[in-house]
Nanobody
Framework: QEQLVESGGGLVQPGGSLRLSCTAS????????MTWYRQAPGKQREFVGT??????HYTESVKGRFTISRDSAQNTVYLQMNSVKPEDTAVYYC??????????WGQGTQVTVSL
């Protein structure tokens, strides 16, 4: 069964850093096509950033602080989060096309930014 498994969330202080990982379970995963989203309590899920054919795009609120990278050999895409703020607190999800082309969601990982 195709799965995206996320890890790396946790509690971090404002101004700190965290790296999220999203690893695909299928062998021909295209690490060059993935999107990160987040959902804060009481809010709708929102776009954070995407990588597509080596082109990177981010929502305005994370530009200059978050970076998406990939490791094809590890079937993994990363979201490096620097200079985090309390408003970055959310459950973070990755999404990518599976082998059938259907979009697959990760299970989500909680990021809490607090003193």
């Amino acid at each position: 069964q195709e799965q995206l498994v996320e890890s790396g969330g946790g509690l971090v202080q404002p101004g700190g850093s965290l790296r999220l990982s999203c690893t695909a379970s299928w062998s021909d995963f295209n690490s060059n096509d993935m999107t990160w989203y987040r959902q804060a309590p009481g809010k709708q899920r929102e776009f954070v950033g995407t990588i597509f054919r080596d082109s990177l795009h981010y929502t305005e609120s994370v530009k200059g602080r978050f970076t998406i990278s990939r490791d094809s050999a590890q079937n993994t895409v990363y979201l490096q989060m620097n200079s985090v703020k309390p408003e970055d607190t959310a459950v973070y999800y990755c999404n990518a096309p599976g082998p059938s082309g259907r979009g697959i969601w990760g299970q989500g990982t909680q990021v809490t930014v607090s003193l």
